[in-house]
């Protein structure tokens, strides 16, 4: 069902100073874009296999700012590639873990996204992340 790890997405507060930083430490900037449904601007930073998504929240209600007034920046969630969202949903749903949307968002570039609630995955924030020409 998972393919990969996708991306681990990182709360922060000022998304040109952590690009900053990233860049600092070599990494590279493949695009910087705004995901309406989740009230945040994103960017995301290839490493290997994998990225970093460096996430700025859009509003002060967004829950990338709550998570940022609750426990300050650093490490927010761990992002699955998968094929199917919706497959994995129910699947998800079925072994009893709790989502966060009874079906897929849109998030960034045109993918189909769900979260799962971190208490149902000890303590971590999951995104599940079917690419848009899936
Ligand atoms: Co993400």
């Known amino acids: 069902?998972?393919?990969?790890?996708?991306?681990?997405?990182?709360?922060?507060?000022?998304?040109?100073?952590?690009?900053?930083?990233?860049?600092?430490?070599?990494?590279?900037?493949?695009?910087?874009?705004?995901?309406?449904?989740?009230?945040?601007?994103?960017?995301?930073?290839?490493?290997?296999?994998?990225?970093?998504?460096?996430?700025?929240?859009?509003?002060?209600?967004?829950?990338?700012?709550?998570?940022?007034?609750?426990r300050g920046p650093g490490v927010h969630h761990l992002c699955f590639l998968v094929d199917d969202v919706g497959e994995a949903m129910a699947a998800a749903k079925g072994s009893g873990l709790v989502l966060l949307s009874e079906s897929p968002r849109v998030g960034a570039g045109g993918s189909r996204v769900c979260f799962i609630h971190p208490k149902s995955v000890g303590g971590v924030l999951v995104e599940l992340w079917?690419?848009?020409?899936?």
């Not at 393919?3 to 690009?19: D, M, S």
């Open 1 to 70: 069902m998972i393919r990969g790890l996708h991306h681990v997405g990182i709360a922060v507060q000022n998304l040109e100073k952590a690009t900053q930083a990233y860049q600092a430490l070599g990494l590279v900037v493949e695009k910087v874009e705004t995901v309406a449904s989740e009230q945040v601007r994103v960017a995301f930073l290839p490493v290997g296999e994998t990225h970093i998504e460096l996430l700025e929240p859009t509003t002060p209600t967004s829950p990338v700012a709550r998570f940022l007034e609750k």
């Open 130 to 134: 079917q690419d848009d020409h899936a």
